[in-house]
């Protein structure tokens, strides 16, 4: 039975105990102040309903098929892995129902977006004892799966001591949460002790959750399902619309910075001045990570002595881009925009913040630049470097020197661009590996 209850889960766990109190102290007056001001403003009845663990029931009465899997995803490229799993795991479960939940409104309608409306897709419960208890008892899914850093004590513990099969898929540790984690090791010890299995991206973060406590019979690596999505994704009807909306002919070059991070712009304009004394008709695009930045960064356009429009002035094509710089102030465009690229430079990467996806880029077949700071993309990183196909800038000064040599030797740059796509079509099918961990979970199932 999938609910029954798991004996040992009954033993006295102390870390458990104390977070439960915790949080439990800390949701409840959380709780009152968002219900008060939801009632007033009339805004987030469902988020907090669905966050106490009240589902819709038309959302519960759409898991017809068996066994159920739940999928929990966060950020969008979560929301791509549970897309490429779902699909695995049909191909290999056929009649199997799927419930996506994600946290925020964003992270909602992508999903949905993704996968449809044959999935429902819901908030996640807070992670607080009763929110995921009525969660877990209303859905009863036969395999409950965490992606990449989805690790949450109240659900797992609950799962556990309903018989609920748990799995971290897609895992990643990062370099800059390790040690944190590990201060806190005792306590993540006996949290990781509730999960069936491991699937991993990378050898390194195998290593990190072992050393956070996780068995290591449960662990496997099978590389990063983030990817698989890509080449399928990247449609070249989204570079006949956005060199439309951009007015970028053919032949333009287009230097493209994308998810920038405050400190970079200034990095990124100081190259494109040197660039332009050697290629004057080059355009600039800036993506910055948080689109609030983007009247800052046009301050610092000026400051520059350029000329500067918003993507929003562009308004689909309709007004024409005349300036030399367009700062990109939506949501969800950058990966078309990397399609009219000829060079770009992923952010986050000449600050101390992990770096961004190089891959998003390279499967157009564009020459991808990134700095010393690559912490959460280190297997991308190692993809396209084992193909002779990343181009690391350390500093500001070769940046500009890079971007230059390569608008200087189109040959190269082409060359290059086709390494980096081929290195992303390599390394597909990592999601048909996840997606056979969790058919193990529930191989025991007769019929499956």
């Not at 129902?97 to 992270?107: E, K, V």
């Not at 370099?175 to 006996?190: A, C, K, T, V």
């Not at 990570?289 to 002035?313: A, C, M, N, P, W």
Request: aromatic letters at 8%; proline letters at 6%.
């Amino acid at each position: 039975m999938i609910l029954k209850e798991n004996r040992q889960s009954k033993k006295l766990n102390i870390p458990y105990g104390i977070y439960a109190l915790l949080t439990g102290t800390l949701v409840a007056p959380a709780f009152s102040a968002f219900w008060t001001y939801s009632r007033i403003t009339g805004q987030y009845g469902n988020h907090l309903r669905e966050r106490l663990g009240f589902f819709p029931h038309r959302a519960i009465q759409r898991l017809s098929g068996s066994p159920r899997i739940w999928i929990h995803a966060v950020s969008l490229g979560e929301v791509k892995v549970a897309g490429s799993l779902i699909d695995a795991l049909r191909g290999m479960i056929p009649g199997c129902s799927f419930l996506l939940s994600t946290t925020t409104p964003h992270g909602r309608k992508s999903a949905q977006e993704t996968v449809g409306e044959e999935i429902p897709v819901v908030y996640a419960p807070v992670d607080f004892v009763g929110s995921v208890r009525k969660a877990l008892s209303t859905v009863r899914p036969h395999v409950m799966v965490f992606l990449e850093t989805e690790i949450w004590p109240s659900w797992l513990f609950e799962a556990r001591r309903m018989g609920i099969r748990t799995a971290l898929i897609n895992g990643r540790i990062s370099p800059r949460s390790i040690d944190g984690y590990l201060r806190l090791r005792p306590f993540f010890r006996e949290v990781l002790k509730n999960f069936d299995a491991f699937s991993m991206i990378m050898e390194e973060d195998s290593a990190r959750i072992k050393a956070m406590g996780a068995e290591p019979d449960k662990i496997e690596i099978n590389g990063n399902a983030k990817y698989d999505l890509l080449a399928s994704t990247a449609d070249p009807a989204m570079e006949t619309e956005v060199r439309r909306i951009y007015n970028l002919p053919p032949e333009q070059r287009v230097f493209v910075a994308g998810s920038t991070r405050q400190g970079e712009e200034k990095i990124v304009l100081d190259a494109y001045d040197r660039v332009l004394q050697e290629f004057p008709d080059t355009i600039l695009i800036i993506a910055p990570r948080h689109v609030e930045r983007s009247h800052e960064i046009g301050s610092l356009v000026k400051k520059h002595g350029l000329d500067y429009q918003f993507r929003t002035q562009l308004d689909n094509g309709k007004a024409r881009r005349t300036s030399k710089v367009v700062i990109i102030d939506t949501f969800g465009e950058l990966f078309k925009v990397y399609s009219a690229a000829t060079i770009v430079f992923c952010g986050a990467s000449l600050v101390p913040l992990g770096g961004q996806n190089p891959l998003e880029p390279a499967v157009w077949g564009k020459v991808v630049f990134y700095g010393p700071s690559m912490e959460d993309f280190l297997d991308a990183k190692a993809m396209l470097e084992a193909e002779s196909a990343g181009v690391l800038v350390p500093d500001p000064k070769t940046l500009a020197e890079k971007a230059i040599w390569f608008l200087a030797h189109p040959e190269d740059l082409k060359a290059y661009g086709q390494r980096a796509r081929e290195a992303v079509l390599k390394n597909q099918k990592a999601a048909q590996k996840h997606a056979r961990v969790v058919k193990r979970l529930i191989g025991h199932r007769k019929g499956v």
